[in-house]
């Protein structure tokens, strides 16, 4: 059996707010200052911007929904533009702080969808350049992420700013 060590995992698998049912990780962000601890990047008028703690590739952030809601058609019409204004926002960043040559932007809404999250809607973004897929997933089931989470939450914070002067 191959073993690869990683003992920062263990902060993901005992945090009390990923394995607390009773609790939303989204909701008590959702009013908090941006910062490194919570890895918040930008807060908008009806939704916020969170790095993924464990990113598919450098820059991946999620666009969620301030309001705590499992499906769309629960947000007010002016909830969803801001929602998809914020969108827009964030994949501008996107390009402006990684240039990527493409973006994968989705959700999975429910748990039969792969949500692991499935009572808070939101969206992933994530950069995507050409030839950023290789062996290594698939020979070793390990990705590569080549930038350290506190430089890509100062890259995009510094986008935010930039982008929206």
């Known amino acids: 059996m191959d073993r690869m060590w990683a003992p920062w ?9 990923s394995v607390n049912p ?12 941006p910062s490194k601890e919570n890895l918040v990047v930008h ?13 598919y590739n450098n820059g991946h952030i999620m666009v969620i929904p301030k309001k705590h ?33 493409g973006c994968n932007v989705g959700m999975n809404i429910g748990r039969a969808a792969g ?13 995507r350049w050409n030839g950023d897929t290789n062996f290594m997933p698939l020979l070793t089931e390990v990705k590569i992420i080549s930038e350290h989470i506190l430089t890509t939450y100062e890259k995009l914070t510094k ?3 930039e982008v929206l002067k």
């Open 69 to 101: 809601v499992a499906s769309f058609d629960k947000l007010t019409d002016e909830e969803y533009k801001s929602l998809s204004n914020l969108m827009r926002l964030s994949i501008k960043v996107i390009y402006h702080v990684y240039n990527p040559q």
């Open 22 to 33: 009773d609790k939303c990780i989204f909701c008590e962000l959702s009013s908090v200052k």
């Open 115 to 127: 949500a692991g999250l499935d009572s808070h809607i939101h969206y992933h973004v994530v950069p």
């Open 9 to 17: 995992r263990g902060e993901y698998i005992t945090n009390p707010l």
């Open 43 to 55: 807060i908008g008028k009806d939704g916020f911007v969170l790095m993924n703690k464990y990113p």
């Open 159 to 161: 986008g935010f700013l």
